[in-house]
């Protein structure tokens, strides 16, 4: 069989702790299964003989019609049994495997640097969580177990065959590794077949969702019969390319069923080899015997081509899989350490993305208590210097510390611990609003929540809202407005009480009113605490005990506001092209 | 076009329309399942041939080596003839199921296409895309494989329980025997399949937005260490999903084995009663065994039958998903030209009430716009102001009331007489592939160079562009990735203005810009196109000391309506606003003498 494919089973298994030996139970128990299925053929054969035997030899309880029937009805039970089994241990066995691996993909991913996460659209690590996992549910629930017992039991059958006939079941037996051999050598061509038509499935599917994204201001501007011309060519040429790959894909399956069926051929030649010897010596029986249970062991394995053609495909989100679980986590240390104080410091810091160095030996320090503000224009780097406070990826060069200890030794979930931070996308997921407040703090009870919210200016719409703090606020929090998501977002930091506050204040795209209540919530949440924070406004840029100014990751000043405006350098330039409100 | 109604017939079952589909390509079909019948007839051939060979086993001394040669040679040619026909019918099943799929997504594509935008607006375009995408992706399979295969498996056990029905009736009755009880079974036991399948795929999917919602918020996972056991909504779609697959094993799994089994054991009367025939010399030792070869297996086909009935669900639940688009009819009336009545007004709003889902949006929102000039919405986010620009270009119609555009309903225009009128920049602004040319003029080929021109500056995009290497030949990339919000509603701006409508709608449009650039945005249009009426929708106060009228909405209500300087005396609201903004803007006054400094460009 397929090396890559077992290589690709076993490691699944690898990763799960739960379930294999179900698995391997239900397998064991479907060969069985198939094993009872070939012995009515046998009772067969015993009455095809019996006339020929001594009458000694003669099992007096099967030699009526009601014998073999009760016989039969003896194998039909046990196979109904090993049947039951077989499915059930192999469909939990799986089940219980592929959660375990789900599971595990889902924390690995959640280790991963987040520049790794980012590097890769949103949508496609949902369809390697979801639809390549599922398709490993599918070798695991349906594919592997029918394809080892359609596998293995003939191939017991013939061995057994080998020490009876050893002539005829050679022969067939040396047909079953070049029909696996056919298939095999097809899967190179395969896989760039599949890959093709992965290629043009994903081609013909971009140009859809372009023209379904485009429709309202294709029909605002009258030009929907343009564009539909040029979908009509798009999916003529994905037409073409299909049938192309289509055949060479179903090539290999059908040769796979030619070479196996040889073997009727190959078996009957043989009898004409073999039939002098025997013409003298009486009728050959292990060859009768053989040639009844030909059919038989060969039905199992007309299925092979198949399931192993399904195996591949599903193999390749194997693959897929295994390469992100072997992408390299954030390094974790042994025994964290937790920092006495919470002063910020940036030590020659540089952050490279690709080729483009986003930070460049960046240094400051932040003390205990007090506010630093980052200004630049966008793409300055503001955003991933925050992302690198919070640990989000580590630096390249130099390091960020917290109390004196490098965020390293600290670790991802000691940093945590210490930070709050409100995002500028800001992150709601579809649940309640009070499932995404507790999100701050796990234990925390009704009245906290309450209070979280009051301090965050929010409890004056959620008591508007129908179902109040149980309001599901929809995909992204699309039910809500701009303010009151990001007011929800600082009852969570409020909630969580960290040390250490992360900030984006995102409040151009608000109305005046309802920016003011966002900016009351929000001072709320830096009382007292060490601030980083990227200033959109005057007011908490003038408050800020420091401000450092960013172009192209470099810090090019730093100091008080009014410092700054007399350098008239950056700061002002920024400060008169009102750039800094840029979002 | 107008669309008459979007109810489709309620008889029409997802069967009958894919039948409709595969009806253009009744020849290749008719083709591909007579190549079918050969491959089922052929494929018995083996069987007799090698019962030929077992024959002449029980009788050595009549048996020659050249007929057993020719038997050989008689399974190779059955087997290699029996290929073809398969690989033939395969070719043209395939054929027309590619040609069906690509016929069914152009015509969904077309049928949207002809959808009103008020049916368009209600959509989630992520189901549109599955319309278009997955859910005829398994009408490809059906035609392209299954079809011909359930053909064959349907045909196999009929030929071969008539080939030994010719040995011996009786023999035949009694393989097939087995048949009432394994579909007495499966009536019991799998009745319940498509409520399974229904339960199981609303559990899937909710998983999904969950792993969708984790995969998105990623820095939230990580700020607060939420694994799939601390992210508690996660943690309860995982168990629910768990649990369910068990549920659903330990209810399906007994009844399919048995089923299957029952399916498999034609030899449990079959053996004895040949046995007791042959007893009684009714049959030969030689039918009995050619009874049994032909028996093996015979009945298997009709698992993968029922197997294909239980996996259908997905196949029907995808086509009655694209049902309602695909048999959508349209009348073919052309709508009636707008007449420009200068007597009646170019907009109006008439008492307009909107309500979505229970919540009301909008009450009784009663105005006209002052032509050839700027008229400007305020107010607060979820106040109604962009639903009330989605009712002014009929991307909404209204609960009640009306909104015309000189004297006509606005959600009853077709596309082409709407464009001519209007154009609007919605918050959404959608960028193609192309040059920034492109993506401006949009397909239309009558702008002048002068038009153009005047609608770059009026965008305040004229030195953008012209700091580009490659000016308004710059490459866009897919949905304007390489551009950031603030340049992409520009160049929507550019290409709302470009052709000079008699009225622009701006739902937004200008939130990205600092006030500076928005005040010499609103002076820019107001000289550049004297002729055009502008409906401006904004949340900032600043920029509007000049303009035409100012609506105030509060609360789905317009409260107050005027000049900016009659509103700064007769709406507190609007005043308070104003202030609060103005107070910020204020304190940002310039620094002199910083006009020489200039940034050190680091791009070497």
Known sequence: MDRQALLSIARVIGHASAGKWRFYTGVVFRVLERSVAIAPLLLCFHWLQQPFLTTSKIEPWLSTPMGYLMALGGCFVMQLLCAYIGQYQSFVGSYQVVHAYRIKLINHVRKLPLGRVRRTHSSEFLEVLTEDIKKIESIFSHIAPELISALVTPVIGLVVMLFITPIYALSVLILLPLALWVMQMSKRKFVQVATAKQQSYRQSASTITDYIEALKTLKLYDQAQTWLSHLAKQLEKTKQHSLQVEMWGAGPVLTYRIVLNMALSMFVMMLAITLPEHRFSGIDFTAILFALLLIKLLEPLQEVGEYLTVLRMAVQSERKLELILNEPVLAEPDNPQLPSNFDIEFERVSFEQGVKKVIDDVSFCVPQGTTMAIVGASGSGKSTLLNLCARFFDPNLGCVKIGGLDLKNIGSKGVHQLVGMVFQDIQLIDASIVENIRIGRLDASDEEVIEACKTANCLEFIDKLPNGINTRVGDGGLLLSGGQRQRIAIARALLKDAPIVLLDEATASLDPITQSQVIIAMNNLLQNRTVVTIAHRLSSIEGADNIIVLEQGKVVESGCHHRLLAQRGHYTYLWNTQAMQFV | ?604
């Open chain 2, 1 to 604: 076009m107008r669309v008459e109604s979007h109810e489709t017939e309620g008889h029409c079952s997802p069967w009958s329309i894919i039948f409709a589909i595969c009806a253009p390509y009744k020849g290749k079909m008719l083709i591909a399942f007579s190549l079918m019948v050969l491959v089922t007839l052929l494929e018995i051939v083996p069987v007799y041939l090698l019962f030929l060979s077992i024959q002449a086993l029980l009788n050595p001394l009549s048996a020659s080596i050249e007929q057993l040669l020719w038997i050989a040679a008689g399974i190779c040619g059955a087997i290699l003839l029996k290929s073809g026909c398969a690989m033939g019918a395969y070719y043209f099943s395939h054929q027309v199921s590619f040609k069906a799929l690509t016929k069914v997504r152009m015509t969904l594509a077309t049928q949207l296409a002809n959808m009103s935008l008020l049916w368009l607006s209600a959509q989630n375009p992520a189901v549109l895309k599955q319309n278009i995408l997955q859910d005829v992706e398994h009408i490809e399979n059906f035609i392209a494989h299954q079809s011909v295969e359930l053909f064959n498996a349907i045909l196999t056990p009929c030929v071969v329980f008539t080939v030994i029905a010719f040995i011996d009736w009786r023999l035949a009755l009694s393989a097939v025997v087995v048949v009432p009880l394994a579909f007495f079974v499966s009536g019991l036991f799998m009745h319940k399949t498509a409520g399974q399948y229904e339960r199981f795929s609303l559990v899937s999917e909710d998983l999904t937005t969950t792993l969708s919602d984790y995969v998105k918020n990623m820095p939230l996972m990580k700020l607060y260490n939420l694994d799939s056991e601390r992210f508690a909504v996660l943690n309860r779609k995982l168990d629910k999903y768990q649990k369910l697959v068990f549920e659903l094993t330990a209810q399906t799994v007994p009844g399919w084995t048995l089923y299957t089994a029952l399916l498999g054991a034609s030899f449990v009367c079959l053996l004895p009663a040949a046995i007791s025939l042959h007893s009684t010399q009714s049959v030969t030792t030689e039918q009995v065994i050619l009874s049994i070869l032909l028996a093996v297996g015979m009945l298997n086909p009709i698992i993968k039958v029922s197997r294909f009935f239980m996996e259908a669900n997905e196949l029907l639940a995808g086509v009655k998903r694209i049902t309602p688009i695909y048999m959508a009819r349209f009348s073919n009336s052309a709508s009636t030209p707008v007449k420009v009545d200068k007597r009646l007004p170019l907009m109006q709003f008439h008492h307009v009430d909107f309500a979505y889902q229970s919540h009301q949006v909008l009450a009784g929102v009663h105005f006209k716009i002052v032509p050839n000039s700027l008229n400007v919405i305020v107010g607060a986010s979820g106040n109604g102001k962009s639903t009330l620009a989605m009712l002014a270009c009929g991307l909404l119609s209204p609960s009640s009331g009306k909104v015309q555009l000189f004297g006509q309903d606005v959600n009853l225009l077709s596309d082409s007489v709407r464009s001519q009128f209007m154009s609007v920049v919605t918050q959404e602004c959608y960028l193609f592939e192309g040059t920034l040319r492109d993506n401006i003029l949009f397909g239309r080929s009558h702008i002048s160079s002068d038009g153009l021109e005047r609608a770059i500056m009026a965008a305040q995009i004229k030195h953008w562009i012209s700091q580009l290497p490659d000016g308004l030949e710059t490459q866009v990339q897919v949905r304007g990735q390489n551009l950031s919000g603030g340049e992409k509603q520009r160049i929507a701006i550019a290409r709302a203005l470009v052709a000079a409508p008699p009225l622009v709608i701006l739902d937004e449009a200008a939130a990205a810009m600092d006030n500076v650039t928005q005040s010499k945005f609103y002076q820019a249009i107001q000289t550049y196109y004297p002729n055009t009426t502008f409906l401006v929708i904004t949340h900032k106060y600043l920029g509007l000391e000049s303009i035409g009228q100012i609506l105030v909405l509060k609360e789905g209500k317009i409260v107050s309506q005027g000049t900016h300087d009659e509103l700064l005396s007769s709406c507190d609201y609007y005043r308070r606003s104003w202030l609060l903004q103005h107070s910020e803007g204020e304190q940002q006054r310039l620094v002199k003498g910083s006009s020489d400094f200039q940034p050190i460009n680091y791009e070497a």
